[in-house]
């Protein structure tokens, strides 16, 4: 089983996969790839953000000011094969 896999990383296993229900809720969550993005963050190494607008070659993100990465949709939260993932940094 999954869980008796896991059970090799002792106390890091919950943070290297979530739970059955953790990641169902990440599937479902509301995710826009357009607006979506990672801020880089002077103590957080990044953080979420969301475009509020394009005009001429500027971006306004919500977030703490920095540069501007794609984000992944939360489906790909801590997934064991990065080779899915879109956008790698």
Known sequence: SADSE???FGEAAPYL???EKERIEA???PFDAKTSVFVVHP???FVKGT???K???KVTVKSEAGEVFSMN?????KIEDMAM???LH
């Open 51 to 53: 475009i509020q607008s």
């Open 55 to 57: 005009e001429s070659g």
């Open 6 to 8: 896991m059970a090799a």
């Open 85 to 87: 993932m879109t956008h």
């Open 43 to 45: 103590k957080e190494s």
């Open 73 to 77: 949709p939360p489906k790909y939260d």
């Open 17 to 19: 996969r979530k739970s």
């Open 27 to 29: 599937q479902n969550k």
